[in-house]
């Protein structure tokens, strides 16, 4: 049984879970558990970016929204978080975003495999280009796109999409309402979560962390998890009880 049931945000309503492992990915949750396939595993280490996703959380109690691979983030560092996938991309009348139909439009997909995760990294520029006049520049596009690999195009017809998706008719994104979903999912206190023998820690101040720390030597300390996903992903291990920065 688990301490705590990781709660987040995804397609409209708050998800609890409570019976996944603390090392399961997002990218297992949203393909094995939740059946949302359009996130595509690659590479399973973050490199090839055809697993992204964008996170939204509070930072200082403004929101922030940042593409990550999904194939080495843990399930529990979505706690008091949103995520989004290539699905919610989806008009409501059931047509395309402006970045789906300018990858259409200019070309930019081939055999389609890394393509949900460029559109999500489009989109992620996108919600920062809203509101500006100007397309973005050449350097913010190849810096957007610099986590995602395309093994078929070439990157000149995604590039293209990059410019082209702010030509067409706009799309806004309601962020009022979702910093009011994430504020109703803060936390007050240290969130732990326990499955199977293995504890996540998320302490909240250094003071916690301090403490973790010295009740549990042997912990593994998770930050950004480009390495230690892969210990998970790669070499299989069992990481024991984890303390996330």
């Known amino acids: 049984m688990s301490t705590n049931k ?6 409209g309503r708050v998800r609890e879970v409570d019976s996944a492992s603390p090392t399961r990915t997002v990218l297992q949750h949203l393909r094995e558990d939740l ?6 595993e690659g590479c399973a280490e973050g490199d090839c ?4 996703v964008v996170i939204a959380s509070l930072v200082d109690g403004e929101l922030e929204m940042r593409n990550v691979n999904s194939c080495i983030q843990f399930l529990p560092t979505l706690d008091g978080k949103a995520v ?5 991309l989806k008009q409501p009348d059931g047509g395309l975003h ?8 200019c070309h930019g997909s081939q055999c389609g495999f890394c393509t ?4 999500m990294s489009l989109w992620s520029l996108y919600l920062k280009q809203e509101g500006q006049t100007q397309p973005p520049c050449r350097k913010t596009i190849d810096e957007t796109l610099s986590g995602n690999l395309c093994r078929c195009t070439g ?3 995604i590039i293209d999409a990059a410019v082209r998706m702010g030509e067409l008719p706009a799309v806004s994104f309601d962020r009022a309402t979702l910093k ?5 999912l803060q936390r007050d206190i240290m969130f732990s979560y326990t499955h199977d023998g293995q504890t996540f820690h998320a302490p909240r101040t250094l003071e916690e962390m301090a403490a973790l720390r010295a009740a549990k030597p042997t912990a593994t300390i998770l930050a950004g998890s480009t390495d230690v996903g892969l210990w998970v992903t790669k070499q299989m291990r069992n990481l024991g009880d984890v303390i996330y920065t």
Request: proline share 7%; glycine share 10%.
């Open 49 to 52: 970016g055809a697993c992204t």
């Open 84 to 88: 989004f996938s290539v699905e919610d």
């Open 6 to 11: 990781i709660r987040f945000f995804y397609q």
């Open 155 to 157: 990157y000149r017809p």
């Open 35 to 40: 059946h949302c396939t359009g996130t595509k």
């Open 180 to 184: 009011a979903t994430l504020q109703g």
């Open 116 to 119: 949900p995760g460029f559109a």
């Open 98 to 105: 402006p970045v789906q139909e300018a990858l259409v439009e």
